[in-house]
Every structure is written in structure tokens, then in C-alpha cells.
């Protein structure tokens, strides 16, 4: 440096930058996606219709049956609505950053007005409407029973013919949990939420994050059964979500749409 100096030559200053670690950044990327896809699934899940279908066939039929099912119907949503969002990544990032804050914020605003308009028993009315269903179903899976002949109603076997355990799964019950399901999550607000998610999150944490809150609330209602699902006050969770879904849509204030999570 001093032969440089006597030469009249600045010595160079090293330059350091800012730029973080692409393994780094996308590992945020993942837990940003994770906990948001988790808590949205769960304040969007507790209480709803896919939590009651869970619960009270857990109360019917074998729950290992149920819970395999159900979990089935809301894995297969969860991937198809990350599909769905991921799908739209080839419109400019900003753009679809903002839209899906927009609709955050929109979803916030509405279970915040539904949640405050609720009636204390609103949880009831969602529990009568779901049992009065499976009602229904029973009803005609009993007239099939009686028409192909007599079987375990939980395994859908006959006496007369021995099965394989691994055939317990593929039941009428586990078909039926796994339609019910499939059916009530379609177009509800969790499958919503997931597709917008994973138009802005990293696909795989919002996939993970997302099986696993399906996991915990259904596993919830399956263990718990209808003395949860009577506890549980549907007026208070959609508040607290509609909080969760505002929380985030303010988040993006802060988050630049570049920054990679």
C-alpha cells in the first residue's frame, strides 16, 4: 500500500453488498409461506364445515377411518389450489402481490362483519345443518346396505367374505368422509386464501403450511368430537381471523413485492 501511495495511486477499497444468501432468502421465503398459510388455515377451519363433517362422523364411525378421509380430500384441495395460484406467477410478481393484498384485506373486512353480525349459537345452526346431512347419507347408505346385503357399517364389509386390513380404508365410510370433505371445501374460504397464497408465497411452505393446519383441525375435531365442536365459538374465530387476514394485508405495506417472501 505505501509503494502505491509513493506512486500516487489509490489502493482499491473492497465493495460489500447487501445481497443475501439465494439459500438464505428462500428459506425465509418458505417459513414466511408456512406460518401464513398455518394460521389462516386454522382461524378459517375451526368451526367450519369441514370441522363439524369431521367430528361428528368421528363420532359414528371409526376414527382412524374418518380422519384418514377427510385428510385425503383436504391434501388433494390443498395441492390443487397451490396449482391454481402458482399457475398465476406468470403474471408480473407486483401485480399479483398487490391483488392478493387487496384480497386480504377484503377477506379480513368481510369475516370481521359476518363475525361481529353472529349470533352467540351460530356454531349450533353450522352443527344441526351438518348432522341433518350425514342424516341423509346414513339414510341412503342404509338402503344400499340392505339392497347388496348385510355388512360391518364401519368397513363396509361383508361377514361372509374375510378382508385385508389395508382394505379398512377403502370403505363406503371413507369414501363417503373423503366426498363430504372434498365437496365442503370447494370454493370455501380456506381453499380461496391457499390459492391466493401461493400467488405470492413460496408454493411449497403454503402446500406444507397448509396440509398441516388441515391436519391439526381435523385431527382436532376427530379426537374432540361433537364436545368441541360445541365449545368452540364460531363468532370469536371468525373475528380473530378476520384480524389475521387484515394483519397480513397491512404486512404488505412494509414487505416490497421483490423481496422474496
Not at 409461506?33 to 389462516?40: D, G, N, P
Not at 411452505?205 to 365442536?229: E, F, S, Y
Request: some cysteine; charged content about 15%; glycine content about 8%.
Amino acid at each position: 500500500m505505501e509503494i502505491l501511495m509513493q506512486k500516487g495511486l489509490t489502493p482499491a477499497v473492497p465493495v460489500h453488498t447487501n445481497k443475501e444468501d439465494p439459500v438464505t432468502q428462500t428459506n425465509l421465503g418458505f417459513i414466511h409461506a408456512f406460518v401464513a398459510a398455518i394460521s389462516v388455515i386454522i382461524v378459517s377451519e375451526l368451526g367450519d364445515k369441514t370441522f363439524f363433517i369431521a367430528a361428528i362422523m368421528a363420532m359414528r364411525y371409526n376414527r382412524l377411518t374418518v380422519l384418514a378421509g377427510a385428510m385425503l380430500a383436504l391434501g388433494l384441495m390443498t395441492c390443487l389450489s397451490v396449482l391454481f395460484g402458482y399457475a398465476t406467477t406468470v403474471i408480473p410478481r407486483v401485480y399479483t402481490y398487490y391483488v392478493s393484498t387487496a384480497l386480504f384485506a377484503i377477506f379480513g373486512i368481510r369475516m370481521l362483519r359476518e363475525g361481529l353480525k353472529m349470533s352467540p349459537d351460530e356454531g349450533q345452526e353450522e352443527l344441526e345443518e351438518v348432522q341433518a346431512e350425514l342424516k341423509k347419507k346414513d339414510e341412503e347408505f342404509q338402503r344400499t346396505k340392505l339392497l347388496n346385503g348385510p355388512g360391518d357399517v364401519e368397513t363396509g364389509t361383508s361377514t361372509a367374505i374375510p378382508q385385508k386390513k389395508w382394505l379398512h380404508f377403502i370403505s363406503p365410510i371413507f369414501v363417503q368422509a373423503l366426498t363430504l370433505t372434498f365437496l365442503a371445501e370447494w370454493g370455501d374460504r380456506s381453499q380461496l386464501t391457499t390459492i391466493v397464497l401461493a400467488a405470492r408465497e413460496d408454493p411449497y411452505g403454503v402446500a406444507v403450511g397448509g396440509t398441516v393446519g388441515h391436519c391439526l383441525c381435523t385431527g382436532l375435531a376427530v379426537i374432540g368430537g361433537r364436545m368441541i365442536a360445541q365449545k368452540i365459538s364460531v363468532r370469536t374465530v371468525t373475528i380473530i381471523g378476520g384480524i389475521v387476514f387484515l394483519a397480513f394485508a397491512f404486512s404488505a405495506l412494509f414487505i416490497s413485492p421483490d423481496s422474496g417472501f
